[in-house]
């Protein structure tokens, strides 16, 4: 199975700042996602980090309030920008090689906005 | 991305085998079936995938009936550390979750 980590682990912010979240897999991958799991809910997909090009985003998510990066194929950011409580949630990388291959997490990173 | 449909709790006796099933009529002809289960606030835990054939690996067995239209997961003996949320997912180029199954094993 592949290896992916993510840093921070958890963290705790403040209202109006932004933190920058960072995904590091172990091999050479053709997607990366990022996702989004607030407290007591299932996981929600934010969007798919394209290497080389911007990311495509769900909806509900844009750009400006979660910008993403993926400078090559086996490193992404996303960055949780002014944040409030709202975005209280535990955020989660993960990959894969395309249709049929196996989908692998991170272990996640727990963000509290006070 | 086709929707899936499963109950939102199950029990299960440790050691017996737990049986997860999952709806999904809307399935298309090149979506595969996941499964994962997320234990706590964990990343989740891929178990299996199949197409249209029955799959087996050392964790489960995937059932897909003929028609596609929904699937079973078997964990032949359930253990008190197979307690979680249970994810079935149809995929065609992305994963969506939905809801899941809280399989309570008690002993």
């Known amino acids: 199975s592949a290896v992916i980590s993510q840093k921070p682990s958890r963290d705790i912010c403040q209202r109006g700042t932004s933190l920058t979240i960072q995904c590091q897999v172990d091999?050479?991958?053709?997607?990366m996602f990022w996702y989004r799991q607030q407290p007591g809910q299932s996981l929600t997909l934010i969007a798919t980090a394209n290497q080389g090009s911007e990311a495509t985003y769900e909806s509900g998510f844009v750009i400006d309030k979660f910008p993403i990066s993926r400078p090559n194929l086996t490193f992404s950011t996303l960055t949780v920008s002014n944040m409030s409580p709202e975005d209280s949630s535990i955020y989660l990388c993960?990959?894969?090689?395309?249709?049929?291959?196996?989908?692998?997490f991170g272990p996640g990173t727990r963000l509290t906005v006070l | 991305d086709a929707k899936t449909t499963q109950p939102p709790s199950m029990d299960c006796a440790e050691g017996r085998a737990a049986n997860l099933p999952c709806n999904h009529s809307t399935i298309s002809g090149n979506e595969y079936v996941y499964w994962y289960r997320q234990i706590h606030s964990q990343g989740p835990q891929y178990i299996i995938h199949g197409l249209k054939n029955n799959e087996t690996n050392e964790m489960a067995s995937l059932i897909i009936t003929e028609d596609r239209k929904s699937s079973t997961l078997i964990l032949p003996h359930a253990t008190l550390r197979d307690t979680a949320v249970y994810y079935c997912?149809?995929?065609?180029?992305?994963?969506?979750f939905g809801t899941g199954t809280r399989l309570q094993v008690f002993p």
């Open positions: 091999s050479q991958v053709t997607m």
């Open positions: 997912i149809v995929r065609a180029d992305k994963l969506i």
């Open positions: 993960s990959q894969d090689r395309g249709l049929g291959d196996t989908q692998y």
